[in-house]
């Protein structure tokens, strides 16, 4: 099936410690994007990429890091320096750049919590 | 910087009857217009799509308008179901084709039997 894969679905951190989400998707996509989701907003965009090697800031990238060395990968990690991280975050993947059909595809998300 | 309004209130209709979601944005229009399906602790499910140069956009009961004047979007679904109770977003690429899309909070819509 194609689609895209967060993992894990459930995190908790303790204060004071990195922590990586994974995102992988199998739909051939050019883009991906990092949104985070907190109760009573909107998806609020950390990071995107529209190509491997390269990826931009979002609205919201302090305390965040991302790479991308694969067209099928775009993790995420929570750095310490992300002062309130509890939160929903998703992954979502779109053709790019000047593709015709810019729907984008999210994953089922990962909720993490600072214990 | 582009600000999105989506009535935060949730909205509460009958079966059978026609729900009516509205979007406003503010500053100058977008490239493209989408609306997205969320259940709860799901990640959103694109619906529709509507360009700047469209007026109006339909699949199945579901119908989007695209007012670029009014600068609002309008999404109906007719004859609503139980099944259609979600929070609906709409988003807003404002780039032209890059797929930075800015979401709204989103209407949560109750179906009753």
């Known amino acids: 099936d194609g689609g895209i894969t967060q993992s894990p679905k459930y995190l908790f951190r303790k204060e004071g410690q990195n922590v990586t989400l994974s995102c992988e998707q199998n739909?051939?996509?050019?883009?991906m994007y990092w949104y985070r989701q907190d109760p009573g907003q909107g998806l609020r965009l950390i990071y995107y990429?529209?190509?491997?090697?390269?990826?931009q800031k979002g609205d919201i990238a302090e305390g965040y890091s991302v790479s991308r060395e694969k067209k099928e990968s775009f993790p995420l990690t929570v750095t310490s320096a992300q002062k309130n991280p509890t939160a929903f975050y998703l992954c979502?993947?779109?053709?790019?750049?000047?593709?015709?059909?810019?729907?984008?595809?999210f994953g089922q998300g990962t909720r993490l919590t600072v214990v | 910087s582009q600000k999105i309004e989506q009535n935060s209130e949730a909205l509460n209709i009958q079966e059978g009857k026609t729900a009516t979601l509205t979007c406003n944005y503010t500053?100058?229009?977008?490239?493209?217009l989408q609306w997205y399906r969320q259940d709860p602790g799901r990640g959103p499910v694109f619906l529709l799509l509507?360009?700047?140069?469209?007026k109006e956009k339909r699949k199945e009961r579901l119908k989007v308008t695209f007012d670029t004047t009014l600068k609002q979007s309008l999404f109906h679904i007719t004859a609503s179901q139980p099944a259609d109770s979600a929070t609906y977003l709409c988003?807003?690429?404002?780039?032209?084709?890059?797929?930075?899309?800015?979401f709204g909070t989103g209407t949560q819509l109750k179906v009753e039997l």
């Open positions: 979502a993947s779109s053709p790019g750049t000047g593709k015709s059909n810019t729907e984008a595809f």
């Open positions: 739909l051939n996509h050019d883009a």
């Open positions: 990429s529209q190509i491997v090697n390269d990826f």
């Open positions: 500053n100058y229009s977008p490239a493209y």
């Open positions: 509507i360009r700047e140069n469209e």
């Open positions: 988003a807003l690429d404002f780039t032209g084709g890059g797929n930075k899309l800015t």
